[in-house]
């Protein structure tokens, strides 16, 4: 619906139902008047996007410049909408969908997701396997990199009553899922983990090596998350290691800059440099070289030092690069998210400053 | 394809075929081999994976454990794959792709992507209407969040021919689109631009705020980069601005955070610190509060510290949170990569250090 040479739609629609395409003047004016100011649109542009087919109906465009369309055509009503994710996105949710739901059957699919990490989707299906019987809805497994989904859905024709009926299986499934289940509002995880970090009040540093800034980026997705995360350092070169956060140069000589006890010095000096109450940390390999016989690329150690000392895991995540980073950024994520369910760490319920460490 | 109970595929291929659906003891086998170690798979998970109908070719799956299917039913040739996409892919690209091109006719359809950066498909497709008439290739724009995707295609039946053509399009094109173009390849700008950082040996610190250590994420996105970025500090406080890299506390008191002066001092406390070539900052408001009449959501200053003084551009970008996050951080890398094309920066010709500053 653009106004480039590719944009062929509105002229197939118009051929197809047999209308020409003619200048809307209303619409010429409302785009003359979006694109005043510092981003003009030069007429032909503007022109090209008000041409319509004769007689359709418009459906606004909230984030973009080329309208919905709505025609009926041989009994058939027919949608147009503009290709750019976002837009088709926002006109479907608010023009589209609401007309629907009037015009179609009372019949409709009502879905709920529960979200799970750090679980496979066939060890899921085995878990699940003694609650299935009972539930009465319909189950798929939508496995992520970041984790599996479970679509719980069914068919309806009462909101209510199928939103009780999927909460009921729900509810059924939550136990066996145990702290797997992050959401069941198809949050994402680093959403779940930053409003946990703001409703309890505790602040956070974050120091990464491997993950290249991305627990940093995934945090601040999250709206009022300056209010917790103070202070993240990518300290990707071992010189940055040493001075940005503290951690002892003969250390890293010692046990190399991927080792159980880096991570632990990372998350201890983020966490006293940023003067917080969390120090999380990654260090490892995510390839594709570097990699060694002992060290293998996927190798990551993910530190989390709190008020009651320092945990340390170890793992090796699969994958490409990408894949790698991701994986570890989600596991350190969800690294705090099982240390705020242990409630080790409340704000005025602090244990006092403990030395020892319960680095696994 | 997978273990689940809602992946029903093999059956309902099995049943369209009139073919039982049996175990594949060699399947069997090499699943056994791939699950054991530290992930096991249960012997149901594998005798589920391994049931296949009657008769049918077995496509290895590099990636994952459910193999691709491939048989023939009434002369047509049916291919099954599993629908995670990264499995689907590969198992497409190395073993579907192949058999189709000996398959299919000799005709396809060939395609050369120019990536470009910093202008919209409108004013895009203004600007390539004197060479419009001379290319003979077919033109898609492909308007993304980072930037618009020019896609040049034809349709052939040889290889070598259809790449001359598209080549002889790009070259006519690429030079009515500047420095706006950034790939003929298909990549990603900061792979560019981390390929253009690794190739001058130019060394880089970064200073995130608002985009809260995705500039980082994206520049270790690039396997070697860690030749180039030596530290990436997200000051996402004030308290962090200060004391991480340096900038004056009545600074900020009196021009604000989200100002040009601050972008600068970000960026030049950084280029210190971490001892690089060059130094980059972003300040801003994400939102999607935080915004003011004179401040609105969406202001972001970016700063380039830089051997011959400080670059800060100042930018106003439309979306949610995400968005905004992402267009300053394109900006800011596709900054470095101006920079870099100017040749400013090479090392060994350094123009010694001036104090001047070309704000802008």
Redesign the interface.
Request: charged letters at 25%; aromatic letters at 2%.
């Given at each position: 619906l653009?106004?480039?040479?590719?944009?062929l739609t509105k002229e197939a629609v118009a051929l197809a139902a047999g209308r020409e395409l003619v200048l809307d003047e209303g619409l010429v004016q409302e785009l003359r008047r979006r694109f005043r100011g510092?981003?003009p649109?030069?007429p032909?542009?503007i022109r090209d996007l008000a041409r319509l087919p004769r007689g359709c109906r418009t459906i606004a465009n909230p984030?973009g410049a080329a309208v919905g369309l709505d025609l009926e055509l041989e009994g058939s009503r027919i949608f147009v909408l503009p290709g750019?994710p976002?837009e088709m996105e926002a006109i479907f949710t608010q023009g589209v969908e609401p007309m629907l739901r009037r015009l179609g059957s009372r019949e409709f699919t009502k879905t709920l997701v529960l979200r799970t990490v750090g679980i496979?989707?066939?060890d899921?299906?085995?878990k699940l396997r003694a609650v299935?019987p009972a539930l009465e809805v319909?189950?798929?497994?939508l496995?992520l990199?970041t984790g599996v989904d479970i679509r719980l859905s069914l068919d309806a024709s009462d909101e209510g009553e199928a939103s009780g009926r999927l909460e009921a299986a729900a509810e059924r499934i939550a136990p066996v899922l145990g702290r797997h289940l992050y959401s069941r509002r198809g949050q994402e995880l680093h959403a779940v983990v930053g409003s946990m970090l703001m409703a309890r009040g505790l602040t956070i540093g974050?120091a990464?090596s491997?993950?290249?800034?991305?627990?940093?980026?995934l945090?601040?997705?999250v709206?009022?998350?300056?209010a917790c995360?103070?202070?993240?350092?990518?300290?990707?070169?071992n010189?940055?290691k040493v001075?940005?956060l503290g951690v002892d140069e003969n250390l890293i000589s010692a046990q190399g800059a991927v080792s159980s006890q880096v991570a632990q010095a990372m998350a201890r000096g983020v966490r006293e440099?940023?003067c917080t109450r969390l120090g999380l940390s990654t260090t490892g390999i995510?390839?594709?070289?570097g990699g060694s016989a002992g060290k293998p690329v996927g190798l990551v150690y993910v530190g989390l030092a709190h008020s009651g000392g320092c945990r340390v895991t170890e793992n090796?995540f699969g994958?490409d690069?990408?894949?790698i980073?991701l994986r570890a950024a989600i596991h350190a994520l969800d690294l705090v998210r099982h240390h705020m369910l242990e409630g080790r760490d409340q704000v005025g319920k602090d244990k006092g400053l403990h030395s020892g460490s319960d680095q696994r």
């Amino acid at each position: 619906l653009g106004p480039t040479e590719d944009d062929l739609t509105k002229e197939a629609v118009a051929l197809a139902a047999g209308r020409e395409l003619v200048l809307d003047e209303g619409l010429v004016q409302e785009l003359r008047r979006r694109f005043r100011g510092h981003r003009p649109a030069s007429p032909e542009v503007i022109r090209d996007l008000a041409r319509l087919p004769r007689g359709c109906r418009t459906i606004a465009n909230p984030v973009g410049a080329a309208v919905g369309l709505d025609l009926e055509l041989e009994g058939s009503r027919i949608f147009v909408l503009p290709g750019v994710p976002r837009e088709m996105e926002a006109i479907f949710t608010q023009g589209v969908e609401p007309m629907l739901r009037r015009l179609g059957s009372r019949e409709f699919t009502k879905t709920l997701v529960l979200r799970t990490v750090g679980i496979r989707e066939s060890d899921l299906a085995l878990k699940l396997r003694a609650v299935r019987p009972a539930l009465e809805v319909r189950l798929g497994y939508l496995p992520l990199t970041t984790g599996v989904d479970i679509r719980l859905s069914l068919d309806a024709s009462d909101e209510g009553e199928a939103s009780g009926r999927l909460e009921a299986a729900a509810e059924r499934i939550a136990p066996v899922l145990g702290r797997h289940l992050y959401s069941r509002r198809g949050q994402e995880l680093h959403a779940v983990v930053g409003s946990m970090l703001m409703a309890r009040g505790l602040t956070i540093g974050v120091a990464e090596s491997c993950t290249g800034g991305l627990i940093g980026h995934l945090l601040t997705q999250v709206p009022g998350i300056s209010a917790c995360l103070e202070l993240d350092v990518v300290a990707y070169s071992n010189r940055s290691k040493v001075e940005s956060l503290g951690v002892d140069e003969n250390l890293i000589s010692a046990q190399g800059a991927v080792s159980s006890q880096v991570a632990q010095a990372m998350a201890r000096g983020v966490r006293e440099r940023a003067c917080t109450r969390l120090g999380l940390s990654t260090t490892g390999i995510a390839g594709p070289s570097g990699g060694s016989a002992g060290k293998p690329v996927g190798l990551v150690y993910v530190g989390l030092a709190h008020s009651g000392g320092c945990r340390v895991t170890e793992n090796i995540f699969g994958g490409d690069r990408e894949t790698i980073k991701l994986r570890a950024a989600i596991h350190a994520l969800d690294l705090v998210r099982h240390h705020m369910l242990e409630g080790r760490d409340q704000v005025g319920k602090d244990k006092g400053l403990h030395s020892g460490s319960d680095q696994r």
